[in-house]
């Protein structure tokens, strides 16, 4: 028993060190380039060694395969967006507080590379156990993301329904920006943000009883995926 103690602390030191490792980080950060640009399937091993300037034997050293290495891109990204998201739940309004995490997901989506198209589209290549211990952080921001619009029906000028739903739609709408969105474009991501806000909350009061068909309760199949 003791000894299977001392093996964790050793194995949780060894790991914060590794975290804390410049070429590591490097390592990272050439991957989330590569990912993107190139995809998972499309990068490789050798890539990667080459945009960092090491060879093969550094990345397995701090990785065992491909596979961790896009696990750790995905987790790393995901800590960094709550870590951000959470720093804008201060705002004076549910209103303010949902608009202000639209903009901030928007310019992770479309700013930080490993976690606007990478976390969409790639996390399809995680085998299934690593894609269970990934689930809870994705899972974890959503939630952020719910508490956030369940607040916001409250006010007067968001249409009632279902919090999961809209949720989800909101998330899938704001993921698919990366696809289409340019630095070039004739609207800044902050300016994208403001039409994702339009889309959400109405320019007028609403009517008495406008929302009396309104439900926080799911209207799908709870047990279907979306």
């Not at 309004?93 to 930080?112: Q, R």
């Not at 704001?174 to 909350?201: C, H, T």
Request: proline share 4%.
């Amino acid at each position: 028993m003791v000894r299977m103690k001392r093996k964790a602390v050793l194995q949780t030191s060894v790991h914060k060190k590794r975290r804390a490792n410049p070429t590591r980080e490097k390592i990272l950060d050439a991957a989330s380039r590569l990912f993107k640009n190139k995809g998972f399937l499309g990068t490789s091993i050798e890539d990667i060694a080459s945009m960092v300037g090491k060879n093969k034997a550094t990345i397995f050293y701090y990785f065992p395969d491909k596979e961790h290495l896009l696990y750790e891109v995905l987790c790393e990204a995901q800590h960094r967006a709550l870590k951000r998201l959470q720093s804008t739940m201060s705002s004076s309004s549910p209103e303010e507080k949902l608009k202000n995490m639209i903009k901030e997901y928007l310019k992770l989506n479309v700013h930080d590379d490993s976690f606007g198209g990478i976390s969409t589209f790639e996390l399809k290549n995680l085998s299934p156990k690593l894609r269970e211990s990934y689930i809870p952080l994705r899972d974890k921001l959503e939630g952020l993301f719910r508490e956030a619009v369940q607040e916001a029906m409250s006010t007067s000028r968001m249409k009632r329904g279902d919090v999961r739903v809209q949720t989800r739609l909101i998330l899938g709408a704001m993921n698919a920006v990366a696809r289409w969105f340019k630095q070039s474009g004739p609207l800044s991501i902050e300016e994208v943000g403001d039409e994702m806000y339009k889309l959400i909350f109405r320019d007028e009061p609403p009517k008495k009883n406008d929302d009396k068909h309104s439900t926080t309760e799911p209207f799908i199949d709870s047990s279907s995926s979306l």
